[in-house]
Nanobody, 124 residues
Framework: QVQLVESGGTLVQAGGSLRLSCAAS????????MGWFRQAPGKEREFVAT????????FYADSVKGRFTISRDNAKKTVYLQMNSLKPEDTAVYYC?????????????????WGQGTQVTVSS
């Protein structure tokens, strides 16, 4: 069983930056594709970014492309989401997720393990 714990969410002004972290325990982290999703109040959960097992292929939602960067450190069993040029519409609970077959996906139903989420609030 894999446990995922996100951290780094906070209140930030528009135009600011944040780095979210997601630490994994249990399982074999290096074999999992990892993803970040977010859910704003009253909206469905949406894809943000995903990364392959070795970190050499990255995929982003159009809404964050050029502003967010996903990365991972397999030795530390951690995946990161660097968020720059934040906008009020980025306000959401951010979740990390692990896909155990190692295939990155933009669909939440492909992921097997989820963290509890971390709140990011961007003020205008």
């Amino acid at each position: 069983q894999v446990q995922l714990v996100e951290s780094g969410g906070t209140l930030v002004q528009a135009g600011g930056s944040l780095r979210l972290s997601c630490a994994a325990s249990g399982g074999t982290f290096s074999r999992y594709a990892m993803g970040w999703f977010r859910q704003a109040p009253g909206k469905e959960r949406e894809f943000v970014a995903t990364i392959t097992t070795g970190g050499n292929s990255l995929f982003y939602a159009d809404s964050v492309k050029g502003r967010f960067t996903i990365s991972r450190d397999n030795a530390k069993k951690t995946v990161y989401l660097q968020m720059n040029s934040l906008k009020p519409e980025d306000t959401a609970v951010y979740y990390c997720a692990a896909e155990r077959t190692g295939v990155p996906s933009e669909y939440d139903y492909d992921y097997d393990y989820w963290g509890q989420g971390t709140q990011v609030t961007v003020s205008s």
